[in-house]
């Protein structure tokens, strides 16, 4: 279903887990697509993967977030290289745990700038162009640690909040140009990171899960296409949780 057909993306935190789905999804329903990673393997290996399937859909980009200058200086090529800007993507996301008597200044900033301030200079990159365009969508991936918190991991709870909030602020601010501002909640997805967790572990986290199992990266990314679709242009300032019931 071509939905997107003739929009343009840009996807942070592309080079692999949810944001490659959610690339690979926007692709798929039409969208050309801006592929960034912090690395040029990474956003390259994605971006040819989706070019095998979608002749031309996408570009890669070796972008750090967290620095300003250069998501700016990156921001300008992008436009350059498609013309515009349609889909804002925040995916880009790390983690720093340990607790927080012991959690170093360093452990702090660095979630904090790419978490955070990554989605902040991502936005300030495309924000006039996004303004001009007539299905401006901006789509925020926090988590739901950002609604309840965690032990163990009072940064990354604070940086995924703090998107919350400032997707709340957005959407007002942008509204009157008719571009919407949500974010999607994740629960616990299948990727690297759920796969380093033992046998154990992963029976317990199910436990607490209505759903009884973790999430698809699919899941997030089939909610990221609606978002981005006209059949969503009513929906903004949100919090959407994909969590299989957990936060309920």
Known sequence: MQCLKDRIAVVTGAGRGIGETIARTL???G???AVVSRTEANSAKVADAINAEFPGAAKPYAVDVADFAATQEAGKQILADFGGID???NNAGITRDGLFLRMKEDDWDTVLDVNLKGAFNTVKAFSKQILRSKAGRIINISSVIGLMGNAGQTNYAASKAGLIGMNKSLAREFASRGVTANTIC???IVTDMTDELTEDMQNQIKSGIPL???GQTEDI????RFLASDEARYITGQTIAVDGGMTM
């Open 27 to 29: 692709a798929a329903a």
């Open 31 to 33: 969208a050309k697509v």
């Open 212 to 214: 009884a199992s973790f």
């Open 186 to 188: 994740p629960g616990f």
């Open 87 to 89: 889909i804002i993507v």
């Open 221 to 224: 990314a089939n909610t990221v």
